[in-house]
């Protein structure tokens, strides 16, 4: 919350209240759009007021120090925009990003783009095939991009360091993760508020704590990485 913007999960998460989590299901955009359109829509204006807080810094801070031949890779769940705002640049948005707007569907070739919009009283439609247009953002019942993916098991392979940030450690795929990365051999810490339960033998290490107030601390202890 140091940007404003509510978790999806954990305390005060979104998704703990039923009648908000189905605004996130695929169906919608088929059975209401415009429902679809007036909880993203406000998330979107959200997002757009909201400001990067100490852990974005820290992300940033920590990849611009990196040496010649190491590397790092930001891997995110959240949909705000706040990690390239803070000046991030090596990173995946797995779960796409509520300030773009795409048609919903799939063989249209519009292109992504950005959108100020908040579409609150009429949804929108594509220009080039009439199917309504959608958040740029992964809903439950659909897959990740197949190339943020792809980058992501990349990057795993040679991974020394890793760290979950903020995240429950359920959804899928990003809950296996530590998996491949504890196999890789890598150093593996869980940051969040509450701890796992049941814990994750993966992870090595476990810190709890607000992100903005102990990853600043923990980046500036730790050696640059390879991958994290």
């Known amino acids: 919350m140091a940007s404003g913007i509510p ?12 009648q908000v989590e189905r605004f996130a299901h695929r169906e919608i955009l088929d059975t209401d759009p415009m429902a679809a359109w007036k909880f993203f829509g406000a998330l979107r204006e959200t997002a757009r007021n ?3 807080n100490a852990a974005h810094d820290a992300l940033v801070r920590f990849e611009n120090d990196l040496g010649p031949g190491q590397r790092f890779l930001l891997v995110t769940q959240n949909v705000d925009g706040l990690h390239q705002r803070a000046g991030s640049r090596s990173m995946v948005e797995l779960h796409g990003s509520v300030l ?21 009283e009429v949804f929108p439609v594509c220009a080039a095939c009439g199917s309504v247009l959608r958040p740029d953002i992964v809903f439950f019942g659909e ?46 810490i869980y940051m969040n508020l509450e701890a796992m339960d049941p814990p994750n033998p993966c992870f090595q290490e476990t810190i709890l704590g607000k992100a903005e107030e102990v990853l600043p601390d923990l ?10």
Do not use: M
């Open 7 to 18: 978790p999806f999960r954990g305390p005060g998460g979104l998704w703990n209240d039923p």
């Open 50 to 52: 909201a400001k990067p």
């Open 100 to 120: 773009r707007t795409r048609c919903s569907r799939y063989e249209c070739p519009l292109a992504a783009y950005e959108d100020d919009d908040a579409h609150a």
């Open 143 to 188: 897959f990740c991009n197949p190339a943020a993916d792809r980058a992501v098991k990349k990057a795993l392979r040679d991974c020394d360091l890793f760290i979950s940030v903020g995240t429950s450690g359920t959804v899928y795929p990003a809950n296996g993760f530590v998996r491949s990365a504890h196999f890789a051999g890598a150093l593996t």
């Open 219 to 228: 980046l500036g202890k730790t050696p640059g990485s390879t991958e994290g």
